[in-house]
């Protein structure tokens, strides 16, 4: 079955810096990418999402890649805010079935 | 729209217990999964139900079980808790787009604790 791998379990970055969270896949079969943002408290919320007809997306300071060769995808934040800290959770879908990746907590310092 | 309710949202029990959660979809989301979150594990995935019909099942064992209701509606059972249970388990509904998967909706999900 697919399997997803997530890096770094923990990231601090600066105000203003750009943060990077890197994802890896095992299931070619797998065809849509969504990245999901989790508040202290709250739940999971969709943020960018791209599907494997798409190399890149982009959505104001978040953009999300994918390289389907490689099995990996990643998220870029730019510009980074204290509301952007969370934890981050990557996700691949072989078709109706969604795995998720262990998250990455990331924490903006003002 | 009104979005994902999953009730209760906490939850007490003990062990060998059981237990029954409940999750209303967004309107007209027929497809509603099911989630394990721990600290250690983050998400994992339990079962997705479809149309009524169990279409997708994770690595959980027997004692967790689901169905799913003509209006979508769906419920989680868990029984003979373990204290390993104590997690968040969330809810979530989509509107499959024929073979590519579409955004899940979360709810808030439940808290069961078992002591």
């Known amino acids: 079955g697919e399997n997803v791998e997530q890096h770094p379990s923990t990231l601090s970055v600066q105000e203003g810096d750009s943060a990077v969270i890197k994802c890896t896949y095992s299931?070619?079969?797998?065809?849509?990418f969504p990245w999901y943002k989790q508040e202290l408290g709250k739940r999971p919320q969709l943020i960018i999402d791209i599907r494997s007809n798409v190399g890149e997306k982009k959505d104001q300071r978040i953009a999300v890649t994918l390289n389907k060769t490689a099995k990996h995808f990643s998220l870029h934040i730019t510009e980074t805010q204290p509301e952007d800290s969370a934890v981050y959770f990557c996700?691949?879908?072989?078709?109706?079935?969604?795995?998720f990746g262990t998250g990455t907590r990331l924490l903006v310092s003002p | 729209k009104a979005g994902v309710t999953q009730t209760p949202r906490y939850l007490i029990k003990t062990r060998g217990q059981q237990v029954t959660l409940s999750c209303s979809p967004i309107?007209?989301?027929?497809?509603v999964s099911w989630y394990q979150q721990t600290p250690g594990q983050g998400l994992q995935f339990l079962f997705e139900y479809f149309s009524e019909t169990q279409r997708n099942k994770g690595n959980f064992p027997g004692r967790f079980s689901g169905r799913q209701f003509s209006n979508s509606r769906s419920e989680m059972n868990v029984s003979t808790l373990e204290l390993g249970d104590s997690a968040l388990y969330l809810c979530?509904?989509?509107?499959?787009?024929?073979?590519?998967?579409?955004?899940?909706?979360f709810g808030n999900g439940t808290r069961l604790t078992v002591t």
């Open positions: 299931d070619s079969a797998s065809n849509y």
């Open positions: 996700a691949a879908s072989p078709f109706q079935k969604l795995v």
């Open positions: 309107s007209g989301h027929r497809s």
């Open positions: 979530a509904s989509s509107s499959p787009e024929g073979r590519v998967r579409s955004p899940l909706h």
